[in-house]
């Protein structure tokens, strides 16, 4: 269900967007497609920082874990 919204943008930002609206029926369209995309950006993002921060506490293990393959790699 869409919700009719009123939102004030800068001429610029609406001139760029009405170069840039051509494959969308509506500028309306083209700002939701807009948003969506940079919300699933800020969703990747946010998941990467818990990622790194899961890997971060974990780093001393996985770094001697790593260190004991590798030495098993080394020729006598």
């Known amino acids: 269900m869409?919700?009719?919204t009123s939102i004030t943008l800068s001429e610029d930002l609406l001139d760029a967007i009405d170069e840039?609206?051509?494959?969308?029926?509506?500028?309306s369209d083209f700002v939701e497609a807009a948003i969506r995309a940079?919300?699933?950006?800020?969703?990747?993002?946010?998941q990467n920082a818990k990622d790194l921060?899961?890997?971060?506490?974990?780093?001393?293990?996985?770094?001697?874990?790593?260190?004991?393959?590798?030495?098993?790699?080394?020729?006598p």
């Not at 840039?20 to 500028?27: D, E, I, T």
């Open 38 to 46: 940079y919300i699933e950006h800020m969703i990747r993002e946010e």
């Open 53 to 75: 921060a899961i890997i971060n506490r974990q780093a001393d293990r996985l770094n001697k874990e790593a260190i004991d393959v590798l030495e098993y790699q080394l020729i």
């Open 20 to 27: 840039r609206s051509g494959q969308f029926k509506n500028r």
């Open 2 to 4: 869409k919700v009719k």
